[in-house]
């Protein structure tokens, strides 16, 4: 498969945010990646529904949902009305994970589920045959423009043998430090799906960047 780019608009400007999901819309991206945060699950509050539906508008690539907020079972079925293609959940954020997989999937939506830095990935062992997607953070949740977590590379490969080991149809996502010195080796790692705020909103052309990673 070829690899897939999704442009994290944590690190857009909020105030043009039409012009750069315009941008995000002509580029070569394939996803949106929205992140939800609730200063509960972690330390920021970013943005939710009315933001989103609004997205959702101007959007014409599928919005990839990242949910960092605690029991996200409430608000899944508002998730998926807002125009969500992707949900992913933090496996650390739920206490019945299969349940909520399921549901996601029953609302039609796709089904992702997260893994925090410390989080190993042999705890995926009794979900990973039920999700479309699982996301590596390779950095703490919470903030764009972080710094990348090498171990993050090791987690992919181990992930890698283990969707082929069961079989699994699951794509494997990058979020955290995405940049162009470490996007070769996590897709040499196994990754699918790159994330990158800080990388491609930060730069002159961001829409250049955007080819730059998705041509590697
Ligand atoms: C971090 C978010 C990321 C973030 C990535 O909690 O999940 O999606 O926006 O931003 P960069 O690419 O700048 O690390
Ligand atoms: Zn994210």
């Not at 699951?170 to 080796?185: C, F, K, M, T, Y």
Request: aromatic share 6%.
């Amino acid at each position: 498969m070829n690899h897939l780019i999704a442009p994290s608009l944590l690190s857009a400007d909020f105030l043009n945010l039409e012009m750069d999901i315009e941008m995000v819309n002509a580029s070569a991206a394939d996803w949106f990646h929205l992140d939800v945060m609730d200063g509960m699950f972690v330390p920021n509050i970013s943005f939710g529904f009315p933001v989103i539906e609004k997205i959702a508008k101007k959007a014409r690539k599928p919005l990839d949902v990242h949910l960092m907020i605690v029991d996200p079972d409430r608000y899944i079925g508002r998730f998926k009305k807002a125009g969500s293609y992707f949900i992913s959940v933090h496996y650390e954020a739920c206490n019945h994970l299969h349940r909520t997989v399921h549901e996601i999937r029953n609302l039609g939506a796709k089904a992702g589920v997260v893994l925090n830095p410390h989080t190993p990935v042999h705890l995926l062992d009794d979900i990973i045959r039920d999700v479309d997607m699982i996301l590596i953070m390779s950095v703490n949740p919470g903030f764009g423009g972080q710094k990348f977590i090498e171990h993050s590379i090791p987690k992919i490969e181990q992930l890698k043998a283990l969707i082929k080991e069961t079989k699994s149809p699951a794509l494997i996502e990058v979020d955290g430090g995405v940049d162009l010195e470490n996007a070769p080796r996590l897709l040499k790692a196994g990754a699918d799906v790159l994330v990158a705020g800080n990388t491609i909103f930060s730069a002159s052309d961001p829409a250049g960047i955007i080819l730059q990673l998705k041509n590697i």
